[in-house]
DNA sequence: GACATAAGTTGCTCTATTTGGAACTACTGT
DNA sequence: ACAGTAGTTCCAAATAGAGCAACTTATGTC
């Protein structure tokens, strides 16, 4: 049995159920002696695959294991939908899109949609921002109500921009406004010269949630150009909403649009 | 470099952000030849912690990866402390008790404290139920409002037992009524002869959700036994949850008992 | 505290898995 | 159609991992 194949069985087994797994254990799980059952798991600990229970000579998940599980939620039919949906805005509108989620008090791009226009805003995924200073942020955070939000955000914010939440009382203002509109929309904020409108889409069944956005130069989107974006979007939430059975998009009115 | 260490090596770049790889970037990933690296892949692809991408050469993170993620779960800050209120109650009542979550319309068990108790319920933790039908189910589905449960349950509901809820109408009165008391009861529903009690607490930081539940022999169990054991659950699930800033504890009555 | 047992670790020699160059196939861009 | 890039497979050689034995550490019992 090949090295891969062995880490492979050890980690399996924790999907199976198990908490936590000894020296002992592996010996059975893997058919091999008690030495190389030793010497198999120091090495998935030492590389963070696994790590030895609190107080215990036992192995559990490690962190490298534990962040897989972040890394996997880049796949999932909501992933693959709003991917799909979002491609099809960019190709309309030539901006660039990413489908992002959030971590706690802060949110990072999962998958980017370059656009084709000559002028572009290109960012990696991955890079994490925090949610409230944020369209996709607040697009996210709208899933809460408002006390849910004054129990989750911290008194003092920290405020990357001037155009960002200088409050906490003004982020939940401005978490409510996307709440009502159904998506959030912000400029000058992550970064100086670029707009972002951002939708969220839920999936009840894996409790996923994540946020489909187009960023765009500001200068040079006209106030037309930004409605239609924002219809697009919110038109494709709308359908990928209603696929995944979202109620929030279900039971959204139809004309939710830019004032 | 060890085949443990390059497993890991590869697992890493798609924590640090990364949704596919190739051979080739395997190569300077690994610093390895395209040989060596193509083998690597393709063993980590058979194991199923690497798949293709759709329709490409390159590799995501496969199904064991995703799995892993899941199964990480069992060790958070909610989970410990959920463990650890639980380990109080099952020490002053004497039964056993169960962490567990909800994956889409099943549940199952993360840890299992065993009560001191001659006679006990003793079922492993992995195993899934309906979540419908199952005290701990319905404390966590009491999390989602009644349309959201309308677009998340299916008309037709499977019924393990007569204890069970029939349809889905039924289904949704129960729940609304564990959500209303804030806890969830269940007795020769999973199991004949067995009571359950359940709770449930979220971390609003990270997403989580999960139960905190005790079962018992129904047969030997008084009422006033049980209005105690409700006590204690819901009593050590407003603490966890104010530790936390789960809002439905925060906000919750504080006396919300059996009748 | 003494003792037996179980669990886990480490040294060292042997072997089976892994390596990597070369030759090949498949795909992509012009 | 063709050149260049990406990826695969063969096969002999190399070495990481295997596994026995001896050892250390932890646990349960009296």
Redesign the pocket.
Known sequence: ??????VARVLESFIAGRTEL?????VGLLD????????????MADAGLLEHAPG???YRIGPLAIGLGRAGRTQSRLMDRLHAMLAEVVRSCGHTGYVSVRDGLEIFGLRMIEGSHDLRVVREPGVRMPAVATAVGRALLARFDDAALAALLPDQLDRPSPAAPASRAEAIARIAHARAQGWAEAEDEGHRGIGTIAVAVADPVSGECASACITYPAAVVTAAERARICSLLTDGARRVGAELGDPVWIAAPRRRRIA
């Open positions: 049995m090949s090295s891969v194949a062995k000894s020296v002992t254990d592996t091999i002696p008690k030495s190389s059952a030793s010497r198999m798991l120091k090495a215990s000579r036992r």
